[in-house]
């Protein structure tokens, strides 16, 4: 059975700083915002949360199918995917303009900034998800808001259960339209942040959005784990310590492959979480959000009896 991954592939181009923003920038000044940091290190790496997702999803042993775009520039990424054994099928090549781009800064602190130039994603809209019987579920992970209600609708209408996965687009989001992707979401996935926002554009409580799931709403905490909230009902899932800290980019994609994976296998929520915790601190100590190596037996340590 497959998985459908709706969302951006793009290029990365990570940068590391030693010092740290809060000493560099100039708070007690904030419209001084004209500054340089010199970077430690430099990296360019296959991303975005389409991309992301279906690299450790593959690993864990299951079958994305990823509806995308790249650009002129994309051939590579093309190839990187298909070298993996990912279904490239659905991923449409444009030539007119480039492929995703996302440029990342990330300090001593382990804290971020970054830059995103959506490039061929703003077209995602005109590519409608694949009539597949074997899809089983699928995600709408971070990407452009008309493409994301058109795909809701549209798995809505072909049964496939969902995660709503808003990302970095949420701030995009009008609260009629966040309200009716969620309306049709079986699940839904943030990190802290997003989860406050969210809570800000609907006016309801992270225990008042579950209520109104037939799945759950899943929320990562970054190095404090993630709780996981049913029926308005908060559990909370502990965190696995990475080996080491290279690189925080990815986790969170990481973390929602473990969800894709065991969702599909009807695991409990909870279940889930525990191996997307797991997935993210494994990503956490690997630099670049698709280098990280994932054994072939961890889904069965975190498989329920």
């Known amino acids: 059975m497959s998985a459908l991954i709706c969302g951006s592939l793009a290029f990365d181009t990570i940068t590391h700083y030693g010092g ?6 100039l708070s007690d000044q904030p ?29 864990l042993g299951g079958e994305p199918i990823v509806l995308a775009l790249v650009g002129s520039d994309g ?24 492929t995703a781009q996302c440029i990342v800064m990330i300090d001593g602190d382990g804290r971020q900034i970054s830059a995103f130039y959506p490039g061929v994603m703003r077209q995602a809209h005109r590519f409608p998800i694949p009539q597949l019987p074997h899809i089983k579920i699928g995600i709408l992970a971070p990407n452009e808001c008309q493409a994301m209600l058109l795909h809701a609708q549209q798995m809505k209408q072909a049964h496939i259960p969902f995660i709503f996965d ?30 406050q926002l969210l809570c800000e554009k609907t006016s309801l409580s992270l225990a008042e959005i ?9 929320v990562t905490l970054g190095a404090q784990g ?27 994609d990481a973390y929602r492959s473990a969800l894709l994976y065991g969702l599909e296998r009807h695991w409990p929520a909870t279940h889930c979480a525990r191996l997307g915790n ?17 054994s072939a037996d961890l889904p069965r340590q975190f498989a329920p009896a």
């Open 75 to 98: 051939k590579d990424y093309l190839h990187h995917l298909q070298s993996l054994g990912i279904d490239t099928a659905y991923i449409a090549a444009l030539s007119n303009t480039h």
């Open 210 to 218: 579950s209520e109104q799931l037939c799945g759950a709403l899943f």
């Open 166 to 195: 808003p990302g970095q687009s949420l701030p995009q989001f009008e609260t009629d339209a966040l309200n009716d992707i969620m309306s049709q979401a079986d699940w839904i996935a943030v990190n802290q942040f997003e989860g």
């Open 278 to 294: 797991q997935l993210g601190a494994i990503k956490a100590a690997s630099p670049g959000a698709q280098n990280h190596q994932i």
């Open 20 to 25: 740290r923003f809060a000493d560099t920038l």
């Open 31 to 59: 419209t001084l915002f004209n500054t340089s940091l010199q970077m430690d290190t430099l990296h360019r790496e296959y991303g975005g949360c389409a991309g992301n997702i279906a690299y450790s999803l593959r690993a």
């Open 226 to 252: 993630s709780d996981v909230w049913q029926h308005g009902q908060k559990t909370h899932i502990s965190p696995f310590r990475p080996e080491r800290l290279a690189d925080p980019t990815g986790c969170g």
